[in-house]
């Protein structure tokens, strides 16, 4: 199983970007998918997720801002971000939960934003 991360880039505030990972492999079933990040000297943290049938958790920093989705047919979660903020700079990390095997990561994308 592979996950790739792609999206992530510099940002100046208030600006979008939209962050994929795309799961490929020996694939049986997704379970949750979801979106973590982890900001220099920080610990990671949840940001969202997303279940098979589509019910949406989003941490209290991002609601409003932050939308997740995913299209099971490519086994592939988005997060769109918009009005990010320099608080938002982190590395992001998308997690998914893979059939029987339990939770994979992706290697990361970093996203800057500058004020």
């Known amino acids: 199983v592979q996950l790739v991360e792609s999206g992530g880039g510099l940002v100046q505030a208030g600006g979008s970007l939209r962050l994929s990972c795309a799961a490929s492999?020996?694939?049986?079933?997704?379970?949750?998918m979801g979106w973590h990040r982890q900001a220099p000297g920080e610990q990671r943290e949840l940001v969202a997720t997303?279940?098979?049938?589509?019910?949406?958790n989003y941490a209290d920093s991002v609601k409003g801002r932050f939308t997740i989705s995913r299209d099971n047919a490519k086994n592939t979660v988005y997060l769109q971000m918009n009005s990010l903020k320099p608080e938002d700079t982190a590395v992001y990390y998308c997690?998914?939960?893979?059939?029987?095997?339990?939770?994979?990561w992706g290697q990361g994308t970093q996203v800057t934003v500058s004020s």
């Open positions: 997690a998914v939960d893979i059939d029987w095997r339990g939770k994979y």
């Open positions: 492999g020996s694939i049986f079933s997704i379970a949750t």
């Open positions: 997303i279940t098979r049938g589509g019910n949406t």
